[in-house]
């Protein structure tokens, strides 16, 4: 850890699983420790550090992110939150029911997670949103601790291929027996269940790749899951 630990601009939403969160000037990546560092001088008053899981420690539903990205999680310390990405999805879960308080793009608003946890692959910002095999190889120390310490998850929602990749490996599956698709369901070896998702970014929401009802299909197969039980 850095001698000189960076002083956050504000504290980030309380972690459900703080137990298992790297340290704010975490030292695993050389290539984002360096781009965290030019961010700080570029834009001193940024979140620019890990970013923390979110949402409730009895969750049963966890949303499996790729990275914090640049103008959202980087920038406020909490987890889609102040950018394109992030208001779909705060949209889809109040929709649901699934949030106390109205999200207003800020880690200060107030919103709270009912019965859903935020877990990123990786917890620092990359270049160009494209983390590095082996990055994410490093973050699996702590994606992977959370993911066993929140218990009562049975349903796991993977926004993307890197995410969907990152439940599989974290569970000891093969990659190959568990094809990536919006809205295929896998049951892992750990009996939780995966949906895949396309990434709610900005880019798939412009060019139609993923589409408001696309979106609500998977929470709301997420939720027939959980009521099945």
């Given at each position: ?141 702590f ?21 969907h990749?990152a439940?599989?490996?974290a ?42 009802a ?16």
């Amino acid at each position: 850890m850095d001698a000189s630990p960076h002083h956050l601009p504000y504290p980030a939403a309380d972690s459900p699983v703080p137990e298992h969160e790297p340290p704010q000037d975490c030292q695993l990546c050389p290539r984002l420790v360096a781009f965290r560092e030019e961010l700080r001088v570029e834009h001193p008053t940024w979140w620019n550090a890990p970013v923390p899981a979110l949402g409730d420690r009895e969750a049963w539903l966890g949303i499996i992110g790729l990275a914090p990205g640049k103008h959202g999680a980087n920038r406020t310390g909490r987890p889609f939150t102040g950018d394109f990405a992030g208001d779909l999805l705060f949209a889809t879960l109040g929709k649901f029911g699934l949030t106390d308080g109205v999200y207003r793009a800020d880690a200060r608003d107030g919103v709270q997670l009912k019965g859903v946890a935020i877990i990123n692959s990786v917890k620092c910002l990359p270049p160009a949103n494209k983390p590095l095999p082996e990055e994410i190889r490093n973050c699996s120390v702590f994606f992977e601790a959370q993911r066993k310490e929140l218990r009562q998850m049975r349903v796991m929602i993977a926004l993307g291929q890197i995410a969907h990749s990152a439940a599989i490996r974290a569970v000891g599956g093969k990659q190959a027996d568990y094809k990536f698709g919006h809205l295929a369901e896998h049951r892992l070896p750990d009996g939780r269940i995966l949906i895949d998702s396309y990434h709610c970014s900005r880019y798939n929401q412009n060019t139609g790749r993923l589409t408001n009802a696309m979106f609500e299909a998977v929470f709301a197969r997420a939720l027939t899951l959980r009521d099945a039980d």
